[in-house]
């Protein structure tokens, strides 16, 4: 395999990750995501740090995966949690250790800001391979259920 280089996401990659978040909502909940508002939502989070970034994975400047990372204070830690959402790998390049490096990264770079206590994530009860590839890079589950409204 060539060689993937990961980097922070910019603003000319908003179309790779439209369409990333687009294909990763069908593929998880066969959810059709609009997406003006998603081309929104993407920019407005590239174009404002406060609320998070995205990293790519690329191969010969080809975007083929990604990452979003978003930010949780805690108030018991005196600390920032990362977020780890939008995970999404093209499905050639799946299974060759990708998200590993995206993570590798995510974890470098929250080095960098002395203020991250944790990295979290959610997934699917049924997404027994993405679990099991979260477990293998040292996460864990938690004794949290998710709510939502």
Not at 34 to 57: C, H, M, P, Q, R
Not at 119 to 141: C, D, H, W
Request: aromatic residues 12%.
């Amino acid at each position: 395999m060539e060689k993937i280089n990961i980097r922070v996401a910019q603003h000319t990659d908003v179309t790779s990750l439209v369409n990333f978040n687009q294909l990763m909502a069908w593929e998880t909940e066969q959810k059709k995501l609009d997406e003006n508002i998603l081309t929104k939502g993407v920019s407005a989070l590239i174009l404002d740090e406060n609320k998070g970034f995205y990293l790519v994975a690329e191969q010969n400047d080809i975007v083929v995966g990604s990452l979003m990372v978003t930010t949780e204070w805690s108030d018991w830690r005196n600390g920032v949690f990362w977020w780890v959402q939008s995970v999404y790998i093209t499905p050639d390049f799946r299974r060759q250790g990708i998200y590993a490096q995206l993570y590798a990264q995510v974890k470098t770079l929250a080095e960098q800001q002395h203020n991250v206590c944790g990295f979290r994530l959610y997934v699917e009860k049924e997404n027994l391979i993405a679990q099991k590839t979260y477990e293998s890079l040292g996460m864990q589950p938690t004794h949290y259920f998710m709510y939502e409204e």
